[in-house]
């Protein structure tokens, strides 16, 4: 099946600075990927949609200046949690959909990036 | 607004016994799919099942099959034959046909195979 590919799998970062997680589509072309947030034991919250080349759209709630989110090709889209606090510390994962060897209606999803913020 | 409903938050069967997971749904689009996603402890989403609205069949993967009732808006799993590597989150997800595939995912039921 598809392979939706997310980096790092953990990250430790310190209170105040920034933090990238990268999500790959590694055998087709993702025109929209989606940013999720999942807390303990709950389901997974969209925080924003990206498409390839436009503006991400963000979620009511989602800070659009704290979570910067860059999808600047085809196989790559990029968030970032800047100046990161400790209530950032959770689970992201990400999802893509798109064209190419696997049907464009079904999402496929990352193995999740777990950030926490000392 | 589409909404996903799982009413059991935790479930639990023993090991080769048959289990079945509820959803329903609130929509009223007509032309949409519906999904069962697992997520184990490694917390990676798998695909499990897929159902387009407009198929009246009813799904099935190998050990896996939905009861699709449209004009319920109900899509339960059935599991059969439960194995160990079954204990998972399942979460159902419906998707708009034509939305850019966003998806709406029910708050999950945990489930536990019980050797």
């Known amino acids: 099946g598809a392979v939706v590919s997310q980096h790092p799998s953990w990250v430790i970062c310190k209170s105040g600075t920034s933090v990238k997680i990268e999500c790959r589509s590694l055998?087709?072309?993702?025109?929209?990927m989606f940013w999720y947030r999942q807390f303990p034991k709950q389901s997974l919250m969209l925080m924003a949609t990206s498409n390839e080349g436009s503006k991400a759209t963000y979620e009511q709630g989602v800070e659009k200046d704290k979570f910067l989110i860059n999808h600047a090709s085809l196989t790559l889209s990029t968030l970032t949690v800047t100046s990161a606090h400790p209530e950032d510390s959770s689970f992201y994962i990400c999802?893509?959909?798109?064209?190419?060897?696997?049907?464009?209606?079904?999402?496929?999803f990352g193995e999740g990036s777990w950030l926490t913020v000392v | 607004a589409q909404t996903v409903t799982q009413s059991q938050p935790e479930m639990s069967v023993q090991e080769a016994e048959t289990v079945t997971l509820s959803c329903t749904y609130d929509?009223?689009?007509?032309?949409?799919?519906l999904f069962w996603y697992k997520q184990p402890p490694s917390r990676q989403m798998i695909l499990v099942i897929r159902?387009?609205?407009?198929?009246?069949q009813n799904a099935t993967e190998n050990r896996f099959s939905v009861n699709f009732q449209k004009a319920a808006k109900s899509f339960s799993l059935k599991i059969s034959d439960s194995q160990l590597g079954d204990t998972a989150m399942y979460f159902c997800a419906f998707m708009k046909r034509g939305t850019g595939n966003q998806f709406y995912f029910g708050t999950g039921t945990s489930l536990t195979v019980i050797p």
């Open positions: 055998d087709f072309q993702a025109t929209t």
């Open positions: 999802s893509a959909s798109g064209t190419g060897t696997l049907s464009g209606n079904t999402i496929y």
């Open positions: 159902q387009e609205a407009y198929k009246q």
């Open positions: 929509t009223s689009e007509n032309n949409y799919y």
